[in-house]
Nanobody, 112 residues
Framework: EVQLVESGGGLVQPGGSLTLSCAASGFTFSTTVMDWVRQAPGKGLEWVSTISFSGRNTYYADSVKGRFTVSRDNAKNTMYLQLNSLKTEDTTMYYC?????RGQGTQVTVYS
């Protein structure tokens, strides 16, 4: 059974930082391309970032480029998303995603 468990969300002021984690199990993580997506209530899914299975190739949405950094540790079956220079518009639920599977999400709230 595929399991994706996100953690690390929280409350932060504009300009602050958070590190999100995604613990994966039930599949061969080290050979799987992984994504981070986010979704606000009542809105569609927004792609945030993708990381290749090796971690050598990373891709970002324009809205987060230069502020967010995706990484992974295949030995720990874990993916990370470092969120820097957070803005109020980054407030939403963040999910890690593998194909059509995603976790329960972790809430990021940026308040001023």
């Amino acid at each position: 059974e595929v399991q994706l468990v996100e953690s690390g969300g929280g409350l932060v002021q504009p300009g602050g930082s958070l590190t999100l984690s995604c613990a994966a199990s039930g599949f061969t993580f080290s050979t799987t391309v992984m994504d981070w997506v986010r979704q606000a209530p009542g809105k569609g899914l927004e792609w945030v970032s993708t990381i290749s299975f090796s971690g050598r190739n990373t891709y970002y949405a324009d809205s987060v480029k230069g502020r967010f950094t995706v990484s992974r540790d295949n030995a720990k079956n874990t993916m990370y998303l470092q969120l820097n220079s957070l803005k109020t518009e980054d407030t939403t639920m963040y999910y890690c995603k593998r194909g059509q599977d995603r976790g329960q999400g972790t809430q990021v709230t940026v308040y001023s």
